[in-house]
């Protein structure tokens, strides 16, 4: 039996739609899927101890899943890239937090393979840097920090719909779960 863990971001909780339907994929393929809220406030973002609050929050969920769950994490929760790279725990990223330097760093230490999502129109996006540590990414001309285009509702969730793919071709390629 395979787990994936979904952790929020600091604005949206595990039930928003980018992490609603990346845990849906997880499931159709016979996952438990296991949506984490936060404890706690969480400690201001930009600062380096937000990765090791982050870990704290997650580790304890890892433990009792056991064995090598699939994480999925939005922005402020992909500072559990760390505790991916550590445990070698496949992953997938949305909107992930490459401008600051300790999210980048473990994500380059990570040996299991791990999806990147995000848009040229978030500032927290290195769209340089996510093609140097990934070779599954998804990058959405326009799209900003809630993946979010300009334009008609439709065009963005026509890019939810493109990250639900995304995740699909991305558990494909790693045979998740096997």
Do not use: C
């Amino acid at each position: 039996m395979a787990d994936a863990l979904v952790v929020p971001g600091g604005m949206i909780g595990p039930g928003a739609p980018l992490l609603m339907y990346a845990g849906d994929v997880a499931e159709r393929r016979g996952a438990t899927v296991h949506r984490y809220s936060w404890s706690q406030e969480f400690p201001k973002p930009d600062q380096p101890e937000i990765e090791s609050w982050v870990g704290r929050e997650v580790t304890p969920l890892i433990d009792t899943v056991g064995g090598r769950p699939l994480l999925i994490a939005k922005s402020l929760g992909t500072n559990a890239a760390a505790v991916a790279a550590e445990r070698s725990l496949p992953a997938v990223w949305l909107t992930p937090l490459l401008t600051l330097p300790w999210v980048a760093g473990a994500l380059s230490r990570a040996t299991a393979p791990f999806l990147l999502v995000g848009g040229t129109a978030d500032k927290v996006w290195d769209g340089e840097a996510a093609r140097g540590l990934a070779p599954h990414l998804l990058e959405v001309e326009g799209a900003d920090h809630g993946m979010y285009v300009p334009g008609p509702l439709t065009e963005s969730i026509a890019v939810l719909s493109r990250v639900v793919v995304a995740v699909e071709e991305f558990l494909d390629a790693i045979d998740w779960p096997s």
